[in-house]
């Protein structure tokens, strides 16, 4: 698309006054896909074909995650190499200029695979290395992000948006949310917040970690905060989004991950623990996406996130009171889906 019918002529203006030589005429602009964000992401690119390509971020700075995603990069862009770099910024007009790490998510990568196990497997260890660095930094790297924790109140929203969003509103299993629920929540909410911290992304699944050439790269990191490590592996195991996560790869890849030297420890319940309260998150934000966003697309990774929820469940039998609300919404899921 023309550059000049997409851009505003005060945003057009911070291109060119950071980008020696733009014009114009010389660019285009390509809309990147912004899924759940509320951002938008435009991809510029040189007409000449010389591969020079960035991307143009219209964000309100508004946002408290702003100054974050900005500090953030800022703390770290010298201790680590996979944070875009970021090129300019404009608070007043909600604009970010930083670097283009192409489109190869980690989900588009392994969709093309094509079944593919070793090479999945071989995939997702460079992205637990990558992962191990983010989760070796210490606390003194990012104040920024060593301002916020995964605490008992944040695992208690998650639970408490799981049974809103997705309990309630798209299983209508309300009816299952007394008392035996409550008091299973709150007590997986205070096991996990016990687990140790350390640096999270908080969203570490496939749309927002990419390939870049043979490098990983993360994007997405302005909610990163203290929490345990086996919230982010849990976050990228049990990804609702890659259907080729079967039991056995992760639990070969968890294995992988344990045995890496460079992060506080996570043994197999830890990591069920974070599974548990990562993939309820994830079910409240499909089910309030699809029924009150509009954004029906994300309907379809329920019933795998179910499944998933249902498996973590059995390796957790203190927590049966859960179990029986995700089995119920399991029910009512299998029950609604269009019988051939």
């Given at each position: 698309?023309?550059i000049?019918?997409?851009?505003?002529?005060g945003?057009?203006?911070f291109?060119e006054?950071n980008?020696?030589?733009?014009?114009?005429?010389?660019?285009?602009?390509t809309?990147?896909?912004?899924?759940?964000?509320?951002?938008?992401?435009?991809r510029?690119?040189?007409?000449?074909?010389?591969?020079?390509?960035?991307?143009?971020?219209?964000?309100?700075?508004?946002?408290e995650?702003?100054?974050?995603?900005?500090?953030?990069?800022?703390?770290?862009?010298k201790?680590i190499?996979?944070?875009?770099?970021?090129f300019?910024?404009?608070?007043?007009l909600?604009?970010i200029l930083?670097?283009?790490?192409g489109?190869?998510?980690?989900?588009?990568h392994?969709?093309?695979?094509?079944?593919d196990?070793?090479?999945?497997k071989?995939?997702y260890?460079?992205?637990?290395d990558?992962?191990?660095?983010?989760?070796?930094?210490?606390?003194?790297?990012s104040?920024?992000?060593?301002?916020r924790?995964?605490?008992?109140?944040?695992?208690?929203?998650?639970s408490?948006?799981f049974?809103?969003?997705?309990?309630v509103?798209?299983?209508?299993?309300?009816?299952?949310?007394?008392?035996?629920?409550?008091t299973?929540?709150?007590?997986?909410?205070?096991?996990?917040?016990?687990?140790?911290?350390t640096?999270?992304?908080?969203?570490?699944?496939?749309?927002?970690?990419?390939?870049?050439?043979?490098?990983i790269r993360f994007?997405?990191?302005?909610?990163?905060?203290?929490?345990?490590?086996g919230?982010d592996?849990?976050?990228?195991?049990?990804d609702?989004?890659?259907g080729?996560?079967?039991?056995?790869t992760v639990?070969?890849?968890?294995g992988?991950?344990?045995?890496?030297?460079?992060?506080?420890?996570?043994?197999?319940h830890?990591?069920?623990?974070?599974?548990?309260q990562?993939l309820?998150?994830?079910?409240?934000?499909?089910?309030?996406?699809?029924i009150n966003?509009?954004?029906?697309w994300?309907?379809?990774f329920?019933?795998?996130?179910?499944?998933?929820?249902?498996?973590?469940?059995?390796?957790?039998p203190?927590?049966?009171?859960?179990?029986r609300v995700?089995?119920?919404?399991?029910?009512?899921i299998?029950?609604d889906?269009p019988?051939s």
């Open positions: 698309m023309e000049t019918n997409i851009l505003k002529p945003q057009l203006v291109i006054k980008l020696p030589g733009f014009s114009a005429a010389r660019w285009e602009v809309p990147v896909d912004s899924a759940a964000s509320q951002r938008i992401f435009l510029l690119t040189e007409k000449s074909g010389k591969g020079h390509s960035f991307i143009l971020v219209l964000w309100d700075s508004k946002d995650d702003w100054a974050r995603f900005l500090s953030i990069q800022e703390e770290l862009s201790r190499p996979f944070l875009p770099q970021i300019a910024s404009d608070a007043v909600g604009l930083e670097e283009d790490f489109e190869q998510t980690l989900k588009q392994i969709e093309s695979m094509t079944g196990r070793a090479a999945l071989k995939t260890r460079r992205v637990l990558t992962l191990t660095e983010w989760q070796s930094l210490e606390r003194e790297a104040p920024t992000i060593a301002s924790a995964m605490d008992y109140n944040a695992f208690m929203w998650e408490g948006y049974a809103i969003h997705c309990v509103g798209l299983c209508g299993c309300g009816s299952m949310l007394g008392i035996s629920w409550e299973g929540r709150r007590a997986c909410a205070e096991a996990t917040a016990r687990l140790p911290r640096f999270l992304h908080r969203d570490f699944q496939s749309e927002n970690i990419l390939l870049h050439g043979k490098e994007v997405d990191f302005q909610g990163a905060r203290l929490g345990p490590p919230y592996v849990a976050s990228l195991l049990l609702p989004y890659i080729a996560l079967d039991e056995e639990r070969d890849l968890f992988y991950y344990a045995s890496l030297p460079l992060h506080p420890s996570c043994d197999q830890d990591f069920y623990l974070c599974a548990a990562r309820m998150q994830a079910l409240g934000a499909y089910s309030n996406l699809s966003k509009g954004k029906t994300y309907r379809q329920v019933p795998v996130a179910i499944t998933r929820l249902q498996r973590v469940m059995r390796m957790l203190e927590y049966g009171a859960i179990a995700v089995e119920a919404c399991s029910q009512s299998e029950n889906a019988q």
